[in-house]
Structures are given as structure tokens and as C-alpha cells.
């Protein structure tokens, strides 16, 4: 028997569990990786908060707790739980100079109002700086949060208040007299069984589980994914096994500027791959076509949740980058962060995700597009263009045809980094029934509870790293209180 038992050693359950034995309770941690860490292991790490020590050091000091939570309800289109974005906005400064306490590296050129998302009204998105020669990387960041909290983490386990048990996966929560009082799991040594008077879900998402996506994703799309191995949605099964409501699969939304490098293999690594597709940070010289060969998205706006929404109604929920050679050969890289034109010719040579021909036809035909389609898009496009004319889904400021050949088409699928589903908790956390009532025993923190849950539909700025690093903190204090009151 111990006082409270994490499942999932990850952004939420590690200071879950650090935060609980430091305040003098005895935490079981299952884990079902070999080693700790989940999602920081690939996530860009971006947090954000106001009123953060960092922003007072550079010289911000309006930013408020109100004007955090009220850009979050408007840029997640009102559709965040604001019960637990007032939780999150309200504990995120506390978090963020906590790892400062703890000699966290802030990138330098952080806080930033960051471009890659829909942006916020002031400069309060941080992450971790990138090891040397690697400044252009922006996924992998996280891992400076795992770094600054293992020697805390390391500390607990030496002194036996933090037991982990790795590659341990949780098979099922025990049930008694309708509380939560414990877990089933399957460890290295074999089936295992751990009591505590709480439990704490914080497996994370089900990015890796392509039928756990398809059953909580209406129109079931096909999984392409960046999500960490673990992923697979096991504690939000074990939880709705036990009557926990599941909520916030239909918020899904996709990230742009994902690659599949093994067509099929539905895998994808943002860390040496992305696309960076903002048009706030570039002039995108290409047209976005869909598998019929049609535009679909101003690639000029900065609303750039209006332009990821637009993939869920894309044939097959993928879409290529189409653009000529005189894009290539022009003054910027044609699409960066990570490719220049070394690059990408030398991924045209191979054809595996990358395709070049001397005609648009040729193109598309390799690329697997509708050769009429683009060459009809093309064509509408190069004479808009040619009359001076307003384009029709609202394209500005980089007006150039497509028409010096060779042509390249660049396959992108809607790429997934989170999912938006999850257990549906109170603002204390609690897991919630179908009649939204608590079942006793039983919380959950991060992925678990579904990226909706703080960002809606949208990605809002460090709203998915932050508050699960809060909410395991929370957790933590408020469980390791309650234990000690025993």
C-alpha cells in the first residue's frame, strides 16, 4: 500500500510524483516505457504564462493572469474548458519560475509571441534553448524539462519515496465500493497489483494507437503520427472501463508541416523533418493543392488554425506543396525551417516524397495527383495572377505564377502531435462520470485529459505542455496533503 500511485511517468507524472514526495508521500509510479519521460521526449516544449520572472527580466511586465486566460478562450474559439483554463493560466507563472528555480536554460530568445500557432497579445511563450548546432530544431525542446526535474526525480527514487516501475504497462483499475483503490499491471516480473487511496491517470494520449484514434475521431481518419511510442491511450481506456466520461475527440484538429518519410508507414518525425508552413515567418512561394488537384487554403494568412481545419475536409486528409523551379532557385530556402534546395532536389532524386518532372502533368502523375486538376489550378493561377486579379480563397503578398519548369510536388498528410480527447475531469481534477460526478479515487493530468480540454480546437501556445506539468503539480500538492491527513 502506498499513499498515491502514478500512471505514467511523462510531462504530467513526473512532477505529479516529485511534488507528492517531496511533501512526504510514498508514490508508486507505473510506466510503460524503459525509461521516463514520454511525450518531452519529441515535443517542442513550448510553455506559457503571464506575469513569468522571464518576461520581468526582458523587460514585459503587463502581462496578467486575466489577459492569458482570455486569449486562450479566443484563440481556442471558445472551445476550451474555461474551468480548467483559469486552473492552468492561474498555476502556469508558478510552474514556469519553479523550473527557473531549478536552472532551467530559456531559450534566448524567449519569451517570444511565438508565430508557429495563432498568436497571443503578448510575449509569453518560453521553451528550452537547443543544444548547440541545432537552433533550427524546434521539436525535441522538452527534453530541458526532463533534464532540469531528474534530479529532483532521481533524489525521490534514491530516498524511496518515488518507487517506479518501469515497462509496466496498466492493464485495469480496481474498483471497490465504487472508489478507485488501486491498479492491475503487467510488469517484467509479471502480473502486478498496487493499492493506494488515489490514482492519478497520466499515460498520455492515443497518438500511437491508430484504432483508439479512428473510435474518438469522427470521420475515423487515417492516423499519421509524431506522437511518442507509449501513446497508445491505455489509462483513458482503463479509466472509461470504470465509468469515466470520455470527452473532446471531435475538437481534433491537425498540425501542418508533417512528413511521412515511409509512405504508409502512418509515422512521422517533426524533430529533423517539419515543414515550416507559417506564412508569418515566410513568403510561401508554393500553391497547396489536394488530391484532386485544387487549392483549398489562402497559404498567406496568419490564421492558422482557420488553414488546419481545412485538411479535415481534404480527400484522404493529405495535401501536397507544389512549386517551380524558379521558386527553388529564388533569394529564400523554398521551404524552410529544415529544407533548403540541396535538400529538397536531393529528395526529388529519390521520389519517395518528393517528386520533380519538366511538366506539371508529369508531376502530378508521380506525385499521384489529378493531372487535370493541377493543370487547370495552375492555369487559373498563373492567369489571375497574369490580370491582377483578387484570388478567391483570399491569397496576398506573394503573387508570383507557377510556370518555370521543373515542378515539384511536396506529399504532406495532416499531421497528429496530440489528441484532443481525453477523460473528462473537474477543476480539481477529478475523474468525472457520465452524470459528471467524481469517481472517487480517480484524477487525471495531461494528455490524458485530452488537448481540448485547454486548447479547444485550435493549438494554443504552450497550453498542452504547461498545464500538465501544472496539473501534476497540483495533483501532487493537493493528494500528498490529503495522504498525510490520514
Known amino acids: 500500500m502506498v499513499d498515491l500511485i502514478v500512471v505514467g511517468a511523462g510531462t504530467a507524472g513526473i ?48 502581462d496578467t493572469v486575466d489577459r492569458h486566460f482570455e486569449d486562450v478562450m479566443l484563440l481556442s474559439r471558445g472551445e476550451a474548458d474555461p474551468v480548467l483554463v483559469r486552473v492552468a493560466v492561474e498555476e502556469a507563472p508558478h510552474t514556469i519560475d519553479w523550473l527557473h528555480d531549478l536552472g532551467f536554460a530559456f531559450d534566448p530568445e524567449t519569451p517570444t509571441i511565438y508565430l508557429g500557432h495563432d498568436s497571443y497579445s503578448r510575449a509569453r511563450t518560453v521553451w528550452h534553448a537547443a543544444p548547440a548546432g541545432m537552433e533550427l530544431i524546434p521539436m525535441g525542446r522538452a527534453l530541458g524539462i526532463l533534464e532540469t526535474l531528474q534530479p529532483l526525480w532521481d533524489e525521490q527514487v534514491a530516498a524511496g519515496r518515488i518507487v517506479p516501475y518501469l515497462s509496466t504497462a496498466l492493464a485495469s483499475l480496481i474498483v471497490e465500493d465504487g472508489a478507485v483503490v488501486g491498479v492491475h499491471a503487467q510488469g517484467p516480473g509479471g502480473p502486478l497489483e498496487l493499492r ?68 504508409g508507414s502512418g509515422r512521422g518525425d517533426m524533430r529533423k523533418d517539419f515543414v515550416n508552413l507559417s506564412a508569418a515567418v515566410r ?47 529564388g533569394p529564400q530556402a523554398p521551404l524552410p525551417l529544415l529544407w533548403d534546395r540541396d535538400r529538397l532536389r536531393a529528395a526529388a532524386d529519390a521520389g519517395v516524397f518528393v517528386w520533380r518532372d519538366a511538366t506539371l502533368a508529369g508531376v502530378a502523375a508521380r506525385a499521384g495527383i489529378s493531372a487535370a486538376g493541377l493543370e487547370r489550378t495552375v492555369a487559373a493561377y498563373n492567369a489571375r495572377i497574369a490580370r491582377g486579379e483578387a484570388d478567391p480563397l483570399g491569397r496576398s503578398g506573394a503573387d508570383r505564377p507557377v510556370a518555370t519548369g521543373p515542378f515539384y510536388a511536396l506529399a504532406l498528410p495532416a499531421g497528429v502531435l496530440v489528441t484532443f480527447g481525453g477523460i473528462h475531469v473537474d477543476g480539481q481534477l477529478r475523474a468525472l462520470d457520465g452524470a459528471g460526478q467524481p469517481i472517487p479515487g480517480l484524477y487525471a493530468a495531461g494528455e490524458a485529459v485530452g488537448g481540448g480540454a485547454t486548447s479547444g480546437i485550435a493549438f494554443c501556445g504552450g497550453m498542452l505542455v504547461t498545464p500538465a506539468l501544472s496539473f501534476g503539480r497540483i495533483l501532487g500538492r493537493t493528494l500528498a496533503a490529503a495522504a498525510t491527513r490520514v
Open 15 to 62: 512532477p505529479c510524483a516529485i511534488v507528492a514526495a517531496q511533501a512526504g508521500a510514498t508514490v508508486a509510479v507505473l510506466e510503460k516505457d524503459s525509461q521516463i519521460g514520454g511525450t518531452l521526449h519529441v515535443s517542442a516544449g513550448h510553455m506559457s504564462g503571464a506575469g513569468i520572472r522571464r518576461q520581468h527580466d526582458v523587460g514585459i511586465d503587463d
Open 196 to 263: 493506494a487511496p488515489h490514482t492519478v491517470i497520466a499515460t498520455g494520449g492515443y497518438g500511437s494507437s491508430p484504432e483508439l484514434f479512428a473510435e474518438l475521431t469522427p470521420g475515423r481518419p487515417r492516423l499519421v503520427t509524431n506522437a511518442w511510442h507509449t501513446a497508445t491511450g491505455d489509462g483513458i481506456v482503463a479509466a472509461r472501463a470504470v465509468g469515466a466520461a470520455i470527452r473532446g475527440g471531435e475538437k481534433h484538429n491537425y498540425r501542418l508541416g508533417m512528413i511521412e518519410i515511409e509512405p
Open 283 to 329: 513568403r510561401p512561394d508554393e500553391i497547396w493543392v489536394n488530391l484532386r488537384g485544387e487549392r483549398f487554403a489562402d497559404e498567406t494568412t496568419h490564421d492558422i488554425t482557420s488553414q488546419e481545419r481545412t485538411l479535415h475536409d481534404q480527400p484522404e486528409q493529405r495535401f501536397w506543396l507544389v512549386l517551380d523551379e524558379a521558386a527553388v532557385e
